[in-house]
Nanobody, 119 residues
C-alpha cells in the first residue's frame, strides 16, 4: 500500500493544522492506520492509530485531548486534526499502515510532512 501525506506547514503555538493521508494500492478498510512523528535529533514516536472502522483509537499521552485521528474509508484517507499546537509538536509527521497494530512497527510508511510550530 502506498501512503501520501499532506497538510503540514508553519503555524503559531496554539494554532491548528489538519494532516491528511491518502492511501492507494490496497483495501484501505483492511488496514489499521496511524501517525508517527520524528522531531529533530529525536527518535520516531507513535502519535495515534485508528482501527479498521474507527472503533479503536489510541493516542500517545503527549497528544491526548489535543489531537484527533479519523478515517474516511470510501475516500481511502486518514486524518490527523491537531489543535492547541505546541513548539514541541514540531516534527516530520509520517502516515503509517499495518494489517494489525500500528503503534509499534507498522509495515507501511508514507514520505512524511513537516509541521513547524513557532513560539
Amino acid at each position: 500500500v502506498q501512503l501520501q501525506a499532506s497538510g503540514g506547514g508553519l503555524v503559531q503555538a496554539g494554532g491548528s493544522l489538519r494532516l491528511s493521508c491518502a492511501a492507494s494500492g490496497g483495501t484501505f478498510s483492511s488496514y489499521y492506520m496511524g501517525w508517527f512523528r520524528q522531531a529533530p535529533g529525536k527518535e520516531r514516536e507513535f502519535v495515534g492509530g485508528i482501527g479498521w472502522f474507527g472503533f479503536r483509537i489510541d493516542y500517545a499521552d503527549s497528544v491526548k485531548g489535543r489531537f484527533t485521528i479519523s478515517r474516511d474509508n470510501p475516500k481511502n484517507t486518514v486524518y490527523l486534526q491537531m489543535n492547541s499546537l505546541k513548539p514541541e509538536d514540531t516534527a516530520v509527521y509520517y502516515c503509517v499502515a499495518d494489517r494489525k497494530d500500528v503503534s509499534r512497527s507498522p509495515q507501511y510508511w508514507g514520505q512524511g510532512t513537516l509541521v513547524t510550530v513557532s513560539s
